[in-house]
Nanobody, 127 residues
């Protein structure tokens, strides 16, 4: 069982930055692919970014490429999402997710690829 707890959300003006953190329980975190998703009111959950278990490979949605960076610190059981040049359309609840396939080589970009989810943290970008 893996528990995920996000933090770092808040209200920021357009053009600003935020860094989200996702702290994971469990000794096998370092072997899991991790992802970030977001969901705005009235919209479906949307892929944002993913990172391989060692951190050597990443994937991003086109809408955030060049502005967001996903990273991880396996010693701290934490994955991060650095968000720069934020836009009002980035407003959403951001959730992290874990794929518990052991040392998977696949970076899933859809929710069914992930097994554990956090509760989410609200990010609001004002214009």
């Amino acid at each position: 069982q893996v528990q995920l707890v996000e933090s770092g959300g808040g209200l920021v003006q357009a053009g600003g930055s935020l860094r989200l953190s996702c702290a994971a329980s469990g000794r096998t975190f370092s072997s899991y692919t991790m992802g970030w998703f977001r969901q705005a009111p009235g919209k479906e959950r949307e892929f944002v970014a993913a990172i391989s278990w060692r951190g050597g490979r990443t994937a991003y949605a086109d809408s955030v490429k060049g502005r967001f960076t996903i990273s991880r610190d396996n010693a701290k059981n934490t994955v991060y999402l650095q968000m720069n040049s934020l836009k009002p359309e980035d407003t959403a609840v951001y959730c992290c997710a874990a794929d518990d396939s052991w040392r998977s080589t696949v970076l899933h970009t859809t929710p069914p690829g992930y097994d554990y989810w956090g509760q989410g943290t609200q990010v609001t970008v004002s214009s």
